[in-house]
């Protein structure tokens, strides 16, 4: 454990920015998720019950919540549903006390839970595997790999005596590894967080090229 501010100030850089980049990933994959959950749960309903039984369904909650103001109303609404061909003129409260419109709202409600819970699971496995895949990609990358046609070597040792076997390398290293013959007047760009040793490393290539010349 250290108190130390520079490594208070690094450690601090690194975890908001995994914890940022975890919630940004996160927040896509849950968008997705909640539209996946309600398109699935829309067409398994559609499969399950006929676009019929869905509407009637449909207007037999409507009625549930309007028939008790319409209960002292002289003239009350009167709507219109579909039954196999024909049409039903029915108030409010008939469409509350009608056996047809009872079974389509119970059957509604009955198969909104089921095709939820289908779409629940079908979406958790779906993103246990989109997880899973995100995973291994991300090890694979971190892993050595062929990038452009050459391959990543960890040895700078190994790397520093292919360079001189070839005449490539200077006489300027950075730490074990020596930059490219002939690039020394050229420009290098340097990227670390607080404290990865960017000055450290600019005062040492410094001083070796002053030795050498």
Same mark, same amino acid.
């Given at each position: 454990m250290s108190f130390n501010s520079r490594d208070f100030t690094q450690g601090g850089q690194v975890a908001f920015m995994r &914890?940022?980049?975890?919630?940004? /990933?996160?927040?896509? $994959? #849950?968008?997705?998720?909640?539209m996946s959950f309600m398109i699935i749960t829309v067409a398994t309903l559609f499969i399950r019950m006929s676009t019929q039984n869905i509407m009637n369904g449909l207007m037999y909650w409507y009625a549930t919540t309007i028939a008790p103001f319409q209960?002292?109303?002289?003239?009350?609404?009167?709507?219109?549903?579909?039954?196999?061909?024909?049409?039903?003129?029915?108030?409010a409260m008939q469409i509350v006390s009608d056996s047809y419109t009872?079974?389509?709202?119970?059957? &509604?409600?009955?198969?909104?839970? /089921?095709?939820?819970? $289908? #779409?629940l699971v079908l979406v958790f496995i779906g993103t246990g595997l989109f997880f899973?895949?995100?995973?291994?990609?991300?090890?694979?990358?971190?892993?050595?790999?062929?990038?452009?046609?050459?391959?990543?070597?960890?040895?700078?040792?190994?790397?520093?005596?292919?360079?001189?076997?070839?005449?490539?390398?200077?006489?300027?290293?950075?730490?074990?590894?020596?930059?490219?013959?002939?690039?020394?007047?050229?420009?290098f760009g340097m990227h670390g967080t607080v404290g990865s040793g960017k000055s450290t490393l600019m005062g040492s290539v410094w001083e070796t090229e002053n030795i050498v010349r």
């Open positions: &914890l940022r980049m975890f919630l940004q /990933i996160n927040n896509i $994959i #849950s968008f997705y998720m909640i209960k002292h109303i002289v003239n009350p609404t009167i709507y219109h549903l579909d039954y196999y061909g024909k049409k039903l003129n029915y108030t009872s079974y389509c709202g119970q059957l &509604l409600k009955q198969e909104i839970i /089921i095709s939820a819970l $289908i #779409s899973w895949y995100l995973g291994h990609l991300g090890k694979k990358q971190s892993e050595d790999e062929i990038t452009g046609g050459r391959v990543l070597n960890t040895d700078p040792k190994a790397v520093a005596r292919m360079m001189k076997s070839r005449d490539q390398a200077s006489d300027i290293k950075v730490d074990h590894l020596p930059i490219k013959k002939d690039s020394e007047i050229q420009n």
